[in-house]
């Protein structure tokens, strides 16, 4: 079983930033890559960015150059740092994780964090 835990969402005025964490646990032999995705009611989940265990990030267009995703030295902990928030940001954020166990490959979902910007 593999678990992935998040945290650092949170409320913030247009322009300030906020960084969120998301720890991966359980029986993992490598994450081949992990990163964020964000949700709003009504709408699809759509990808943030992520990070590949060989380091190379991807980001979509509207948070490029705002937003940073990096690995921690444990390497089953990934960061997102959001700068210049602006309030289309508002979401619900989930950390995701492409997980090789010994059997299978597998993507796992944290439980989502909110972040909220007000204008």
């Known amino acids: 079983q593999v678990q992935l835990v998040e945290s650092g969402g949170g409320s913030v005025q247009a322009g300030g930033s906020l960084r969120l964490s998301c720890a991966a646990s359980g029986v993992i032999l490598t994450i081949n890559r992990m990163g964020w995705y964000r949700q709003v009611p009504g709408k699809q989940r759509e990808l943030v960015g992520f990070?590949?265990?060989?380091?190379?990030?991807n980001y979509s267009g509207s948070v490029k150059g705002r937003f940073t995703i990096s690995r921690g030295n444990a390497k089953n902990t990934v960061y997102l740092q959001m700068n210049s928030l602006k309030p289309e940001d508002t979401a619900v954020y989930y950390c995701?994780?492409?997980?090789?166990?010994?059997?299978?490959?597998?993507?796992?979902w944290g439980q989502g964090t909110q972040v909220a910007v007000s204008s």
């Open positions: 990070v590949t265990s060989g380091g190379t990030t």
């Open positions: 995701h994780a492409e997980v090789v166990t010994a059997t299978f490959i597998s993507d796992y």
